[in-house]
Nanobody, 115 residues
Framework: QVQLVESGGGLVQAGGSLRLSCAASRNIFSINSMAWYRQVPGKQRELAARIITGGSTNYADSVKGRFTISRDHAKNTVYLQMNSLKPEDTAVYYC?????????WGQGTQVTVSS
């Protein structure tokens, strides 16, 4: 059973930065993509950033130029560097690892940006 453990969330003032980490409990084979989603109460979970095998990335328009997704193969970890944070970035952030057979979700980490 694969577990994804997220860390790095917290409270930050607008304009500040946070770095989220998502570490897998063991090696995951045949990964197609790793991604960060976010969700606020009453709204659907939305994609913030994704990195696919080979290193290509894509971002939601709302975070382009401010967020950067990266991965460390050796550590089975995906990161989300978030800069110039805005109050509207406040959400629970979830990581997702997708293979050809399964999707694995983390438990979520709260990010709160104060104005």
């Amino acid at each position: 059973q694969v577990q994804l453990v997220e860390s790095g969330g917290g409270l930050v003032q607008a304009g500040g930065s946070l770095r989220l980490s998502c570490a897998a409990s063991r090696n995951i084979f045949s990964i197609n993509s790793m991604a960060w989603y976010r969700q606020v109460p009453g709204k659907q979970r939305e994609l913030a950033a994704r990195i696919i095998t080979g290193g290509s990335t894509n971002y939601a328009d709302s975070v382009k130029g401010r967020f950067t997704i990266s991965r460390d193969h050796a550590k089975n970890t995906v990161y989300l560097q978030m800069n110039s944070l805005k109050p509207e970035d406040t959400a629970v952030y979830y990581c997702l690892v997708s293979t050809g057979r399964a999707n694995y979700w983390g438990q979520g980490t709260q990010v709160t940006v104060s104005s």
